[in-house]
């Protein structure tokens, strides 16, 4: 982390590099919650590992979004930051976010996200021009944490959504565990359990 209390990897003075390696930071990060979703190793996987076979970036955000739990705006930012992303690792005319907004038809609408999610009602109107690059930056690091903090708490979601799941587990195990004992203590008790033993051995066996 390179500014206090932004969760973004690089300021790199060249723009286009200062990009790519927030995305690569990002990119990793969902491969981790994939990993951790699907109880993997990612860095070993052929999916999501270093491999020749790895997906994409962008396959890898499209799985992201796939996964239920996030909101439309969560789900904007996500698409916005493979945009920008896309546009700087590929299109060697975009320099500069001012090249991104006027020269590409997906510029216009990340511009207008950054109005709508870090401006307020006067938008850049009292920011001088020779300033709005550095706004436009700043803008790009707020999304990158923004979109880590997504991550975060799908991974820490599933988590918490496991321990339930693992929780319930424990205390139906502990449950039956306690109505078997209680049975095996009434009169005839031992019967009966060994009557639904059987049955259900003879089910298992059909």
Excluded: P
């Excluded at 707020?142 to 319930?168: P, Q, T, W």
Aim: net charge positive; hydrophobic share 40%.
């Amino acid at each position: 982390m390179s500014i206090k209390g932004f969760k973004i990897v690089s300021t790199h003075e060249n723009l286009r590099l200062c990009i790519i390696e927030n995305c690569i930071f990002i990119e990793e990060t969902i491969s981790f919650v994939l990993g951790t979703i699907l109880n993997i190793d990612w860095k070993e996987s052929k999916s999501f590992g270093f491999r020749s076979t790895a997906l994409s970036f962008n396959q890898k955000v499209q799985i992201i979004m796939d996964i239920k739990g996030l909101n439309s705006k969560e789900l904007k930012q996500l698409t916005t930051l493979m945009n920008i992303r896309n546009k700087f690792a590929h299109l060697s005319e975009i320099k500069t976010f001012d090249d991104l907004f006027s020269k590409t038809k997906v510029g216009k609408k990340i511009q207008k996200n950054f109005k709508e999610w870090y401006f307020d009602k006067n938008g850049i109107s009292d920011i001088t021009t020779q300033n709005h690059e550095k706004i436009y930056r700043l803008c790009f690091y707020f999304l990158v944490h923004n979109v880590a903090e997504i991550l975060i708490k799908l991974s820490r979601d599933h988590m918490y959504e496991l321990g339930l799941a693992l929780g319930k587990k424990e205390f139906t195990e502990e449950l039956n565990h306690e109505l078997i004992e209680s049975v095996i203590g009434i009169e005839g008790g031992k019967e009966l359990i060994g009557g639904i033993l059987y049955k259900l051995q003879t089910e298992i066996r059909k």
